[in-house]
């Protein structure tokens, strides 16, 4: 399927691995020109080069840390008029609720909260003004089915989701779409992160507590990043633009439906 997409511009923030970069490269396959953030600029630059030669398309590069305003202003002057914006960011680390200090609290909101809304507020007008807008949030499955050490993410995220479902009557009309992908167990350092917390919790290995999880997964494995790309790629495409104002969970079925 032709997603229609060749030729436009995507902003896509924490691109230079995970689920970020599998949105860059979907994205990149249907010949989208590229902006890239994320905060190691070594593995920025690599990402950018290896899907430029890939694809052949333009990609271009801005590091830092997306919570900053200095860093987005960078990114909006390297692409001032984006057709597709994904709003991406590492999530915070796990823990329980009276561990969490002033500074996890806000280091979580800033990236997960503040820089999206900010992203979404600078570049939604254009957007509508132009006749053609696509907006894709990557949050986490912890929106809709907590987990217990991820009260952090899931209040973050959660958040985000109540922020969008103000903004998609408005924009809709003029052709801007705005969605979530809720990703559950994908096989990225994320992932890794999180079980190795889970093993000392638990005193395990991280080998073991992963092992121990993907058994209890219906599809007996974690997902492929590529496969939450492909998902951003048609929520972008000239296909979806009826679709917008939803929360797409991608699981594997690993949480039970409402």
């Keep these: 399927m032709d997603l229609g997409l060749r030729g436009r511009t995507a902003i896509v923030c924490a691109a230079s691995k995970g689920l970020g970069r599998a949105c860059a490269e979907a994205l990149a396959a249907e010949g989208v020109d590229l902006v890239?953030?994320?905060?190691?600029?070594?593995?920025?630059?690599?990402?950018?080069?290896?899907?430029?030669?890939t694809h052949g398309v333009l990609v271009r590069t801005v590091a830092g840390d997306i919570a900053e305003a200095a860093v987005r202003d960078a990114i909006?002057?390297?692409?001032?008029?984006?057709?597709?914006?994904?709003?991406?960011?590492?999530?915070?680390?796990?823990?329980?609720?009276?561990?969490?200090s002033a500074d996890d609290w806000g280091k979580a909101l800033d990236g997960n909260l503040r820089a999206p809304a900010a992203m979404l507020a600078a570049v939604l007008d254009g957007m509508a003004e132009r006749g053609f807008g696509r907006v894709v949030n990557i949050t986490s499955s912890v929106v809709r089915h907590p987990i217990d050490v991820q009260g952090l993410s899931a209040a973050a995220r959660a958040g985000l989701h109540g922020l969008v479902s103000t903004?998609?009557?408005?924009?809709?009309?003029?052709?801007?779409?705005?969605?979530?992908?809720?990703p559950g167990p994908f096989a990225t350092d994320r992932l890794i992160s999180n079980f190795t917390f889970r093993a000392k919790q638990e005193g395990i290995s991280p080998e073991a507590a992963l092992a121990a999880r993907k058994a209890e997964l219906p599809a007996k494995?974690?997902?492929?990043?590529?496969?939450?790309?492909?998902?951003?790629?048609?929520?972008?495409s000239t296909h979806a633009g009826y679709i917008s104002g939803q929360s797409i969970l991608i699981d594997g079925g690993a949480h039970p439906q409402p």
């Design 36 to 53: 890239l953030n994320a905060r190691t600029i070594e593995a920025l630059e690599q990402t950018a080069a290896e899907i430029a030669a």
């Design 76 to 100: 909006l002057a390297a692409c001032p008029a984006p057709d597709i914006l994904v709003n991406n960011a590492g999530g915070p680390p796990p823990g329980k609720l009276k561990s969490y």
């Design 167 to 182: 903004l998609v009557r408005d924009h809709v009309g003029r052709n801007v779409t705005i969605n979530n992908i809720l």
């Design 221 to 236: 494995r974690f997902g492929d990043p590529l496969e939450v790309g492909r998902l951003c790629a048609y929520l972008c």
